[in-house]
């Protein structure tokens, strides 16, 4: 049975808890993808971020992404989670994770779902820096 999941949370991620159902007997790779709130961003130290999402379309399109990835790259299953609400320094922001028969579809499918996120979820990012104001970011990523 193909896991094919997109999830929102406000809680804290667990990669050890979510890479769980992708387990396959048939999988000869797994691949995970975590993004971490670091601390800068554009020469500004950054004390925290704050994710906005638009929850009803967000999940639409992310399960539609995450099914794409599963037959573009004949995936086994995959699972991506993006956080909302207040992060701190450290936390995982997104989470993705594939299993494939062979490494290069479970690589590539991982890499396609975290940059449609990227570019396709009505997530909105605010960063709060250091000794300036708190500033909404552009989280779209643009691609060359």
């Known amino acids: 049975m193909t896991i094919c999941q997109f999830s929102l949370a406000a809680e804290p991620l667990h990669p050890a808890v979510l890479s769980r159902p992708l387990a396959h007997l048939a999988a000869g790779a797994f691949v ?37 990835a599963i037959e573009r790259f004949d995936l086994l299953g995959a699972i991506a989670y993006h956080r909302y609400g207040t992060l701190q320094l450290g936390d995982i922001a997104v989470w993705v994770g594939t299993t494939a028969a062979h490494r290069r579809q479970a690589f590539a499918g991982t890499a396609y779902i975290i940059d449609e996120i990227k570019c396709r979820l ?20 643009h691609r060359h």
Do not use: D, Q
């Open 32 to 68: 995970s993808f975590e993004g971490w709130v670091r601390n800068h961003n554009a020469g500004k130290t950054v004390l925290a971020l704050e994710y906005e999402v638009y929850t009803t379309l967000a999940l639409k399109e992310g399960e539609r992404i995450v099914a794409t």
């Open 122 to 141: 009505p997530i909105w990012k605010k960063e709060y820096y250091a000794g300036a104001p708190a500033t909404w970011v552009y989280c779209r990523e």
